[in-house]
């Protein structure tokens, strides 16, 4: 299954990549896009349980303020989605596949 270790790969370079370049042009003033542009890209990388992060930031800055005004705090925002992209889809998902295969008799994909 190489096709699975490809696939694995694009997508950590993929989240390592944002990151780095949200990094590089982040700015700590309220104007900033990059927060915002850095969360929805995240956010499409770890659909559908990337709601649970989205959800978790919004909580934050709407008790808190805004909560983006550093980068450790926009690499922490990374980090929440990164980590649950990254168990939903090389954890529980071949885990889900795994079970299917199991009840069916057969390999699903």
């Known amino acids: 299954m190489r096709w699975r270790f490809w696939l694995k790969l694009a997508w950590i370079a993929s989240v390592t990549l944002l990151l780095l ?6 700015t700590p003033t309220p104007q900033s896009e990059v927060t915002g542009t850095l969360v929805f890209c995240m956010f499409i990388l770890s659909f559908p349980l990337g709601w649970l992060s989205y959800a978790a930031t919004t909580v934050v800055a709407d008790h808190f303020g805004p909560i983006y ?7 922490a925002t990374w980090a929440l ?6 168990v939903q889809w090389f954890i529980v998902i071949p885990a889900v596949f795994r079970v299917l295969r199991r009840l069916r008799g057969h390999r699903v994909i």
């Open 21 to 26: 370049i949200s990094l590089v042009i982040f």
């Open 69 to 75: 005004q550093s980068r450790s705090l926009l690499t």
């Open 81 to 86: 989605f990164a980590i649950i992209g990254y």
